[in-house]
């Protein structure tokens, strides 16, 4: 019986595999594309691998039993949309038989229109990718919210327009198979919003594999809809700038409703996928679903780190409460993430003579370059802001320190915890299996 994590190197986001199964009756989940450039050096590759490891015929279709999109932000959904284009292409290098999609539009989770949504700015002022997007640098956060929260929430509506291209992608792809059979929309959630309820059932895959949604929480999304239509009815009263306007939708909610968080279950195996919910959330919805007791922990085989392990999305609590053999954590040193401060709370909460492995899609020398880069980028911003308003209470942080700051010098200093640490070869694949191993 088969139940691994393929990991692949995704830049700044995230890019998964999930293989379950046996040997003769084998399944897979695609869970997220990664942004630019991973579909094609990376994603495609390995797709291609696992087809010639079936001993396929190369014109038969590799099935996937389901394509899962944990939410529409650019560095999860942009290498799903280039494998759906590639679908859509002539000849593909390779055809897939995607049964299912799983894929909340955040224009879905709220009732207000998308047109509504984006009144003031137009949808094409948020396309990713391009010089139309509003200016970070003039959006300023208020006391409460930081700079990350400002870039999860516009990543989050930049995606809408992505969001909506994968569902005619979907659906044109739908038309073109065999009694419309590939492609359904959240099939086992009979179309509907994939949501976490107190009511909340598990679904079983054919395959034998477990899920059980643990977010975005169906209560959350009513004080989601009431905070966006106040900020919509403030921003038709007057003219704003889309900075402004921005600023003023800014919500710790957004990017946390937008996910998908499942626990996959086989054979007494356990695997958390997180997206970029916020940890506090995380542990909310195990509790609204009935897998997490209040103040219990709940250990698991493998534990997909949150938002690429951003320190602004996680606490000590949500380690202790949920230890895990495996941590999965997807990220380049882009933004900051995976951020040292986040793997401090890990060791704190383990310590090194518990046994698991930390898993890191890229070289930590070379994730301490990136983290660096953005350090000193923000140190730069919060200086102009503390020149033009001294009265700001927002601090500028200290100069890069390697020593303080730098993942190396923590594994360094805790050599026990520094042997935990395995990094993904591009190479090869990276298989995390917790039941029989897979041999691609």
Same mark, same amino acid.
């Given at each position: 019986? %088969?139940? =691994?994590? @393929?990991? #692949?190197?995704?830049?700044?986001?995230?890019? /998964?595999?999930?293989? $379950? +199964?046996? !040997?003769?009756?084998?399944?897979?989940?695609?869970?997220?594309?990664?942004?630019?450039?991973?579909?094609?050096?990376?994603?495609?590759?390995?797709?291609?691998?696992?087809?010639?490891?079936?001993?396929?015929?190369?014109?038969?279709?590799?099935?996937?039993?389901?394509?899962?999109?944990?939410?529409?932000?650019?560095?999860?959904?942009?290498?799903?949309?280039?494998?759906?284009?590639?679908?859509?292409?002539?000849?593909?290098?390779?055809?897939?038989?995607?049964?299912?999609?799983? %894929?909340? =539009?955040? @224009?879905? #989770?709220?009732?207000?229109?998308?047109?509504? /949504?984006?009144?003031? $700015? +137009?949808? !094409?002022?948020?396309?990713?990718?391009?010089?139309?997007?509003?200016?970070?640098?003039?959006?300023?956060?208020?006391?409460?919210?930081?700079?990350?929260?400002?870039?999860?929430?516009?990543?989050?509506?930049?995606?809408?327009?992505?969001?909506?291209?994968?569902?005619?992608?979907?659906?044109?792809?739908?038309?073109?198979?065999?009694?419309?059979?590939?492609?359904?929309?959240?099939?086992?959630?009979?179309?509907?919003?994939?949501?976490?309820?107190?009511?909340?059932?598990?679904?079983?895959?054919?395959?034998?594999?477990?899920?059980?949604?643990?977010?975005?929480?169906?209560?959350?999304?009513?004080?989601?809809?009431?905070?966006?239509?106040?900020?919509?009815?403030?921003?038709?009263?007057?003219?704003?700038?889309?900075?402004?306007?921005?600023?003023?939708?800014?919500?710790?909610?957004?990017?946390?409703?937008?996910?998908?968080?499942?626990?996959?279950?086989?054979?007494?195996?356990?695997?958390?996928?997180?997206?970029?919910?916020?940890?506090?959330?995380?542990?909310?919805?195990?509790?609204?679903?009935?897998?997490?007791?209040?103040?219990?922990?709940?250990?698991?085989?493998?534990?997909?780190?949150?938002?690429?392990?951003?320190?602004?999305?996680?606490?000590?609590?949500?380690?202790?409460?949920?230890?895990?053999?495996?941590?999965?954590?997807?990220?380049?040193?882009?933004?900051?993430?995976?951020?040292?401060?986040?793997?401090?709370?890990?060791?704190?909460?383990?310590?090194?003579?518990?046994?698991?492995?930390?898993?890191?899609?890229?070289?930590?020398?070379?994730?301490?370059?990136?983290?660096?880069?953005?350090?000193?980028?923000?140190?730069?911003?919060?200086?102009?802001?503390?020149?033009?308003?001294?009265?700001?209470?927002?601090?500028?942080?200290?100069?890069?320190?390697?020593?303080?700051?730098?993942?190396?010098?923590?594994?360094?200093?805790?050599?026990?915890?520094?042997?935990?640490?395995?990094?993904?070869?591009?190479?090869?694949?990276?298989?995390?299996?917790?039941?029989?191993?897979?041999?691609?």
């Amino acid at each position: 019986m %088969h139940f =691994s994590l @393929d990991v #692949l190197r995704a830049r700044k986001g995230d890019c /998964l595999i999930l293989h $379950f +199964g046996t !040997a003769d009756d084998p399944h897979l989940m695609l869970i997220d594309g990664g942004p630019a450039k991973v579909y094609k050096p990376h994603l495609a590759p390995r797709i291609a691998q696992i087809h010639r490891s079936r001993e396929l015929e190369p014109n038969d279709p590799l099935p996937i039993d389901v394509v899962m999109i944990s939410h529409i932000d650019d560095d999860h959904i942009r290498g799903i949309l280039e494998l759906t284009a590639d679908q859509l292409g002539n000849s593909p290098d390779l055809r897939l038989k995607v049964a299912s999609l799983w %894929h909340n =539009s955040f @224009d879905d #989770l709220l009732t207000t229109a998308p047109e509504e /949504l984006l009144s003031g $700015f +137009g949808p !094409a002022s948020f396309e990713a990718g391009t010089a139309r997007r509003p200016d970070f640098d003039a959006i300023e956060p208020d006391e409460e919210s930081d700079e990350e929260e400002v870039h999860q929430t516009v990543d989050v509506l930049a995606g809408i327009s992505q969001g909506r291209q994968l569902r005619d992608d979907r659906e044109v792809l739908q038309r073109r198979s065999p009694a419309r059979r590939q492609w359904k929309l959240n099939h086992k959630f009979d179309g509907e919003l994939i949501l976490a309820t107190k009511d909340t059932e598990a679904v079983t895959l054919d395959g034998g594999l477990k899920m059980t949604v643990a977010g975005p929480m169906q209560p959350e999304l009513l004080a989601l809809q009431e905070a966006h239509d106040k900020w919509l009815r403030e921003q038709k009263q007057g003219k704003k700038s889309p900075e402004a306007m921005l600023a003023a939708f800014v919500d710790k909610s957004v990017p946390n409703l937008s996910s998908i968080v499942v626990l996959a279950e086989m054979g007494g195996k356990s695997m958390l996928l997180t997206g970029d919910a916020r940890g506090d959330k995380v542990l909310e919805g195990l509790e609204l679903a009935g897998l997490l007791a209040p103040g219990k922990t709940r250990p698991v085989n493998l534990l997909k780190v949150p938002h690429h392990g951003s320190s602004n999305n996680l606490e000590k609590v949500f380690f202790e409460r949920l230890p895990a053999d495996h941590y999965v954590f997807s990220g380049d040193g882009e933004h900051g993430n995976p951020e040292r401060e986040t793997l401090e709370m890990l060791l704190e909460a383990r310590g090194v003579d518990a046994e698991y492995t930390i898993h890191l899609t890229y070289p930590i020398d070379e994730i301490d370059i990136e983290r660096q880069a953005d350090w000193e980028k923000e140190q730069a911003k919060e200086k102009a802001r503390k020149k033009k308003n001294p009265a700001t209470k927002k601090p500028v942080r200290e100069n890069w320190s390697p020593e303080k700051h730098s993942l190396g010098a923590l594994f360094q200093s805790n050599p026990k915890f520094g042997k935990k640490v395995i990094i993904v070869d591009p190479g090869k694949p990276h298989l995390i299996n917790l039941l029989d191993p897979i041999e691609l």
